[in-house]
Nanobody, 120 residues
Framework: VHLVESGGGLVLAGESLRLSCVVSGYSFGRYAAVNWFRQTPGKDREFVAGLSWTSGADAYDEDVEGRFIITRDITKMTIYLQMNQLKLEDTAVYYC?????????????WGQGTQVTVSS
């Protein structure tokens, strides 16, 4: 199973970025969920957004709700995280995650991470 993120970078506060995560070698079953987590130095990875692969039902951390949108393209086996109105505190390494434990729960599979830096 491979998850490969892309789309990170350096942006100004208030700008937008879209992260992508291409999944290969994984069979999305009935209980599969995909999530985005983020991590800053010295802290644990924290949940950002997630969705059920089959139903598309999504959930967000309160810090990003209304600004971030998680979607998936089933035909491309790709998960997206549209990040709008970025804030300085959104700076982190963002990780794509997949598993069968549900939205918001760390699944078994991780990508390598992509750095997002928001500057003033």
């Amino acid at each position: 199973v491979h998850l490969v993120e892309s789309g990170g970078g350096l942006v100004l506060a208030g700008e937008s970025l879209r992260l992508s995560c291409v999944v290969s070698g994984y069979s999305f079953g009935r209980y599969a969920a995909v999530n985005w987590f983020r991590q800053t130095p010295g802290k644990d990875r924290e949940f950002v957004a997630g969705l059920s692969w089959t139903s598309g039902a999504d959930a967000y951390d309160e810090d990003v709700e209304g600004r971030f949108i998680i979607t998936r393209d089933i035909t491309k086996m790709t998960i997206y995280l549209q990040m709008n109105q970025l804030k300085l505190e959104d700076t982190a390494v963002y990780y794509c995650n997949a598993g069968t434990l549900g939205v918001g729960v760390k699944g078994a599979y991780w990508g390598q991470g992509t750095q997002v830096t928001v500057s003033s």
